[in-house]
């Protein structure tokens, strides 16, 4: 069985850093894409950012030159590192993962159950 596991979320004022991080675990074979999307009250689930386990990123463009992404494969865990945060950042934050795992047929999406992060302003 895999388990993507989010922390890092909270309550920071607007201008304010937090960094998120999300490891995958169980038996996976391979991890393809990881990435982070978010979702505010009301709103569709939206692309914050991507990385390919090459390295590849893809941002969405409200977080562009704000938010970093990045990766350890060795720890299967990706990290998002926010700054600058505006208080429509506010969201729940989930983590995403295209894997391979043991004992299935392919890779498939998985989700982790989100962190919530609320920026004041």
């Known amino acids: 069985q895999v388990q993507l596991v989010e922390s890092g979320g909270g309550l920071v004022q607007a201008g304010g850093s937090l960094r998120l991080s999300c490891a995958a675990s169980g038996s996976i074979f391979s991890i393809n894409d990881m990435g982070w999307y978010r979702q505010a009250p009301g709103k569709q689930r939206e692309l914050v950012a991507t990385i390919t386990s090459g390295g590849t990123i893809n941002y969405g463009d409200s977080v562009k030159g704000r938010f970093t992404i990045s990766r350890d494969n060795a720890k299967n865990t990706v990290y998002l590192q926010m700054n600058s945060l505006k208080p429509e950042d506010t969201a729940v934050y989930y983590c995403?993962?295209?894997?391979?795992?043991?004992?299935?047929?392919?890779?498939?999406?998985?989700w982790g159950q989100g962190t919530q992060v609320t920026v004041s302003s």
């Open positions: 995403n993962a295209y894997l391979f795992a043991i004992g299935t047929l392919g890779t498939l999406s998985y």
